[in-house]
């Protein structure tokens, strides 16, 4: 019932930008954390960006500090991840994720996962 679904994501030369959006439905949006997250092949998910479901107060992992910018539309039970200045590094699997009335950076608080949006920063 409960469906996260991520899209935006693509290849993009490095410096570009790009946009990801996670529609949510099944359960109340508004009572959820809305966090993102990456993972490349092999490894434990990394946090990236977290918004809070009580007052949509932000916190970012040091690497997307000042670049990427996390908001979210409730009426629309949305959540963006604005990714600017890409870089190589950048390049992995982006995961949206939701988490019931807390806010963190650890993937073990979080419920419900996206099956995940590529991006590709190269030349």
């Known amino acids: 019932q409960v469906q996260l679904v991520e899209s935006g994501g693509g290849l993009v030369q490095p410096g570009a930008s790009l946009r990801l959006s996670c529609g949510f439905s099944?359960?109340?949006?508004?009572?959820?954390?809305m966090g993102w997250f990456r993972q490349a092949p092999g490894k434990g998910r990394e946090f990236v960006a977290v918004?809070?479901?009580?007052?949509?107060?932000?916190y970012y992992e040091d690497f997307a500090r000042g670049r990427f910018i996390i908001s979210r539309d409730n009426a629309r039970n949305t959540v963006y991840l604005q990714m600017n200045s890409l870089r190589p590094e950048d390049t992995t699997l982006y995961y949206c994720?939701?988490?019931?009335?807390?806010?963190?950076?650890?993937?073990?608080?979080?419920?419900?996962w996206g099956q995940g949006t590529q991006v590709t920063v190269s030349f």
């Open positions: 099944g359960v109340a949006f508004g009572s959820y954390s």
């Open positions: 918004i809070s479901w009580r007052d949509s107060s932000t």
């Open positions: 994720a939701a988490d019931f009335r807390q806010y963190g950076s650890d993937p073990k608080e979080y419920e419900y």
